[in-house]
């Protein structure tokens, strides 16, 4: 190693797995100093993005964690839970290697299961009284801001109790970490963004309830409800802003029951369900807030014979020859190769998936480094403190 030119090692090293760089940051003094490089980092990132090279699939569970890579099914390998401490903990999205964790509202973490680090999120109390929320009212979100090259966390509660002269509807609150600054902010709400939380949301959580990023952008889908709500709205919060808004609808889909919202080669797409026939996929090929003429009905996926229904699917990734779409349909045992011109399905059988898991497509990369955090004792005490307050959660 010592007479191979650092230069030739960058170029090899940048084509290898970031579970593989991890070790070999013990090879020498000059390999620690370049895998820990932030320019590496970038450079490592950038190639597998654009490469599509060495994808997992994060199988997540309660109390569970597992990555397999999506070239390798067989060699399943256990991810040490880093908040196996608190209660169910819950991914609640992914972007460029990193996940994001929690527990609670005042539990979150942000993850790197490459490297196996962790960041956790100072503690930030829910401004709402015991007894007024449950996991039900909460959305979160989490992605990579572009314009300010920062990650960010959005937390966002509704409140079940009826606001009085000073807040109309249901009270809600929305707040957003920056790993930047390494602090949260509370966001004021437009009255276009309040007017929609006058009634409840909280029947789309289970699995609606966590953020979609696309455009730099988080996306929640807010389903109709007979009777009280006209029409399916999205709202996005503009990560570089720091701004919740409203984006157009497909006019077509205004009155549909049965919703969900994905993403797929970086595009929004909305999923509409005929539960026991088929799905609709529908993409925004053009990202405009105010033109709904940007969406386009992009497939059609009939269920298949081995699914009694469509619980859930999401779209997860093309093939490399871009004929074949990989989907969840209801869990991460029935991971699909849906092909687009013949309809068929092929399976992806990972090796002792034998729980419901539910499926996250990850690169990986070294974001976030090698060193992780390591939270003071006295912040390790208030956050138990804090998450004693919201045992009733």
């Known amino acids: 190693m010592a007479n191979i030119p650092m230069d030739i090692i960058n170029d090899i090293f940048l084509r290898l797995p970031a579970t593989t760089l991890v070790r070999f940051r013990v090879l020498s003094k000059p390999c620690f100093s370049l ?3 932030p320019e590496f980092v970038s450079s490592h990132l950038s190639r597998t993005l654009e490469t599509g090279d060495h994808l997992m699939i994060l199988l997540r569970g309660p109390r569970i964690l597992r990555t397999v890579y999506l070239d390798s099914p067989d060699k399943v ?9 608190g209660g169910l903990t819950e991914v609640f999205g992914s972007c460029n290697g990193l996940v994001g964790l929690t527990n609670s509202p005042s539990d979150m973490a ?3 299961p490459s490297s196996r680090k962790i960041h956790r999120l100072p503690v930030e109390p829910v401004d709402f009284p015991e007894g007024t929320i449950t996991l039900e009212f909460v959305f979160y979100g989490f992605g990579y801001d572009s314009v300010n090259d920062d990650y960010k966390v959005v937390r966002m509660i509704q409140c079940k109790c009826q606001g009085g002269e000073e807040n109309f509807g249901f009270p809600f609150e929305i707040k957003v970490f920056s790993l930047k600054r390494n602090s949260w902010k509370r966001i004021s709400l437009d009255f276009e963004v309040q007017i929609l939380f006058v009634y409840f949301y909280y029947h789309l959580l289970y699995r609606r309830g966590n953020g979609v990023l696309a455009s730099n952008s988080l996306h929640w889908v807010l389903p109709r409800s007979q009777g009280v709500i006209a029409f399916n709205t999205i709202i996005r919060f503009d990560l570089a802003s720091e701004e919740l808004g409203v984006l157009s609808f497909p006019q077509e889909l205004y009155c549909e029951d049965n919703m969900d919202i994905g993403v797929l080669d970086g595009c929004l797409c ?7 026939h088929h799905v609709d996929v529908w993409v925004l090929r053009e990202y405009k807030v105010e033109d709904s003429r940007s969406w386009t009905k992009l497939f059609r996926v009939p269920k298949p014979e081995s699914v009694e229904s469509f619980e ?11 004929t074949k779409i990989l989907l969840e349909i209801n869990d991460a045992k029935n991971l699909m190769w ?15 998936c034998d729980r419901p898991y539910s499926a996250e497509i990850l690169v990986s ?18 956050r138990k403190s804090i998450k004693r307050g919201y045992a009733y959660l």
Do not use: W
Not at 270 to 276: G, P
Not at 312 to 322: A, E, T, V
Not at 365 to 382: F, I, Y
């Open 35 to 37: 895998i820990d490089s």
């Open 77 to 85: 390998s256990d991810v040490e839970h880093p908040l196996q401490a």
């Open 110 to 112: 942000i993850f790197n």
């Open 270 to 276: 909305l999923m509409c369900y005929n539960e026991f």
């Open 312 to 322: 859930l699917l999401r779209p997860l990734l093309y093939s490399k020859d871009r």
């Open 338 to 352: 849906f092909d687009l011109a013949s309809k068929r399905f092929t399976r992806v059988r990972i090796k002792d």
């Open 365 to 382: 990369s070294l974001v976030l480094g090698c060193k992780g955090d390591h939270p003071a004792r006295e912040d390790q005490m208030t």
